[in-house]
């Protein structure tokens, strides 16, 4: 579902320009990233698999290689079998997006929503928005932001209606692919 919910992504179109290796390299992109998540987050699925928000609890953004490690090295190993090209570029992607979390967050802890894919053919019907729902409400119970990252125009929209504010925009460097970083504060806490 995960690799059909973003196999015209423009991050995913360019670090698997091929459309058949793409689904391919992003299920096992996908599987990892769940696996990370499921053991230093939450990961949600709506019914029938319409829906998958991967979460990573305040603490636990920085994929540290204690965190692999225990994680069962799912993302190093699933990045190692990538093409040449698309492994230098995943792990420039990682690398940007671990830098620009530390720039934004600092040493805030917060949670961060590392993935939120609607299957293509259940979009607009509120599905994302239940996805967020729990971990948002936990978040503001606990009085701890949000962040995220997107790559799609579109996004900064449907995520501004849940309090995300942008934070950052640009693009990866050398690359040219837009981004946007992201941060919603608990609700009540101010601007």
């Known amino acids: ?4 919910a973003f196999d015209e992504d423009p991050l995913y179109v360019h670090l698997f320009p091929d459309p058949e290796q793409r689904r391919r390299l992003q299920r096992l992109l996908w599987d990892a990233v769940l696996r990370f998540s499921l053991r230093y987050g939450v990961v949600l699925a709506a019914p029938e698999m ?8 305040p603490g636990a953004m920085e994929l540290t290689p204690w965190r692999q490690v225990r994680s069962g090295l799912a993302l190093p190993r699933a990045v190692m079998r990538f ?3 698309a ?10 997006l671990d830098r ?8 805030r802890a917060c949670w961060y929503l590392w993935v939120l894919g609607v299957a293509p053919s259940a979009r607009g019907r509120g599905i994302g928005g239940s996805l967020l729902a729990p ?8 009085v701890l932001p949000c962040y995220l990252e997107t790559f799609n125009e579109r996004d900064v929209g449907f995520y501004e209606r849940f309090g995300y504010r942008v934070v950052w925009s640009g693009s990866m460097p050398d690359e040219g692919i837009p981004l946007w970083t992201m941060l919603r504060e608990p ?3 101010g601007p």
């Open 83 to 85: 093409p040449r090209q």
């Open 187 to 189: 609700a009540g806490s």
């Open 87 to 96: 492994r230098r570029r995943t792990l420039a992607y990682l690398s940007h």
């Open 1 to 4: 579902m995960l690799a059909a």
């Open 100 to 107: 620009l979390g530390r720039e934004v967050m600092g040493e």
């Open 50 to 57: 319409a829906g998958v928000a991967a979460w990573l609890t």
């Open 135 to 142: 971990v948002l409400e936990r978040a503001d119970r606990d």
